[in-house]
């Protein structure tokens, strides 16, 4: 099973909802490696999208104040969850680009 670090350096390809919070998302790196992030949730993105975007950083931890509050709106319970950081490298200094997500049942794997 892979680790929430070996995304880093990856490009995100691409963002899929299943279904009411089933969540996908596949990472690609310049080796040819294939990354799949598969969570209960909700994501929320910056005003830049994250796609074709580099992983600078990736973090799992306690829900912040974003993520706490779209889960009270769903009516989910915060307790059941934790937050999944992604900062991306942006071609504009100025601008943000990450990629939070309130997670529920994290898998990562690395596809062949």
Request: hydrophobic fraction near 35%.
């Amino acid at each position: 099973m892979a680790k929430i670090t070996d995304i880093v350096g990856s490009e995100l390809m691409s963002i899929k909802k299943i279904g009411d919070n089933n969540v996908n998302l596949i990472f690609s790196n310049k080796n040819k490696e294939n990354f799949e992030i598969n969570f209960n949730g909700y994501y929320f993105e910056t005003k830049e999208k994250p796609q074709n975007h580099k992983v600078q950083y990736a973090a799992i931890g306690i829900l912040g104040f974003q993520a706490f509050s779209e889960l009270i709106k769903h009516h989910d319970n915060p307790k059941d969850y934790q937050q999944l950081f992604i900062k991306f490298i942006s071609d504009d200094d100025q601008a943000k680009v990450e990629l939070i997500c309130a997670v529920n049942g994290l898998e990562i794997k690395k596809c062949d």
